[in-house]
């Protein structure tokens, strides 16, 4: 059965040029996934029987089996796509405030879709790969579940029971409720402006929380000890912030002069920093890491104001 994936928690705002932008440009995409369960609840019989070898009563206990091993290696690989496919989608996208669906540019619907065909077709390579060692996974289950095993629980094959679908809604009301009802139609479409203009806030949350984290963990490495000598820090840690500020660039609204400021301050820090000459040049991290610093507070002083000035704009 397919699950959706995001549900961020909703609020209410007004940022009418920046929202208006967000509408005209971006549309709504979807993500969900068809999952084989790896798991199953125990019959009433065999819950039965676990709590009298504990004593407890049946109604009290909840307990399941593992149907297959997925530590194993081909399974893994599936979960793997699924994990780049939800990796790409928020990458390439901005939060909304509704369950499942985040905006992305307009200008990206061709090269989104190529993408997650691509990812599509991986699965389905994954998982005739994982099919093939089925009856492996089957035969290890039976040895492992003894009397709990139940052939009846596996289906003939595990092809099509992992997939991926993606689609685009739409969340604007539809034109012909202006007909039938043109109040109903205009309350539609100022829910439907609130919701964006939620979801600016949604994105400006989500980039300052991102910078935060990043600026933290790379200014962590840098000034951080490890049995008195200097941390060593992967050149992940300010590849990381490049790549930010690069989709920051790409989905970024312009609706917060201080955000801006903040990652553009940011970005002329490690700008054009290669990770090795931190690593060779004391002086070189020192003056990074004092700088990002200073960018550090910056944000952990609006992160810690911005729940207080939500509270405070909510309409009563």
């Known amino acids: 059965m397919p699950t959706l994936l995001d549900e961020p928690e909703t609020r209410s705002s007004t940022n009418a040029a920046p929202a208006e932008r967000l509408r005209t440009t971006m549309a709504a995409m979807r993500l969900s996934f068809t999952w084989f369960g790896t798991r199953k609840t125990l019959t009433t019989e065999q819950k039965a029987q676990a ?40 990458a390439m996208s901005l939060p909304f405030p509704e369950p499942g669906i985040r905006l992305i540019k307009q200008s990206d619907l061709g090269p989104i879709n190529v993408h997650m065909t691509t990812l599509k077709a991986e ?30 629980d596996y289906p003939a094959t595990l092809r099509g029971l992992f997939d991926m679908s993606w689609d685009y809604p739409s969340v604007e009301p539809p034109p012909y409720l202006e007909q039938l009802s043109p109040e109903l139609y205009r309350q ?23 910078l935060a984290q990043l600026v933290d963990r790379l200014t962590e490495r840098l000034t951080g000890e490890a049995d008195g000598r200097p941390k060593v820090f992967r050149d992940s840690a300010v590849e990381n912030l490049n790549e930010f500020f690069e989709r920051f660039r790409h989905l970024s609204l312009g609706s917060s002069g201080e955000l801006d400021e903040l990652v553009e301050r940011a970005q002329r ?31 952990d002083g609006i992160l810690i104001d911005r729940p207080r000035r939500n509270i405070l704009r909510r309409p009563r």
């Open 51 to 90: 709590a009298g070898s504990f004593g407890a009563e049946a109604e009290f206990l909840s307990a399941g089996k593992k149907l297959i091993d997925t530590r194993h290696e081909n399974y893994k690989a599936v979960t793997a796509v699924r994990g780049r496919a939800v990796q790409y989608w928020r």
């Open 123 to 152: 699965l389905e390579e994954a998982v005739a790969e994982l099919d093939r060692h089925y009856g492996e996974l089957k035969s290890a289950a039976r040895r492992r579940l003894g009397e709990l095993y139940n052939e009846s």
């Open 269 to 299: 820090i490690v700008g054009g920093v290669e990770p090795q000459r931190l690593r060779d040049n004391e002086g070189l991290r020192q003056d990074v890491a004092s700088q990002l610093s200073g960018v550090q507070s910056v944000l």
């Open 188 to 210: 539609e479409c100022q829910r439907m402006q609130a919701r964006f203009d939620e979801a600016v806030r949604l994105a400006e949350q989500a980039f300052l929380q991102e």
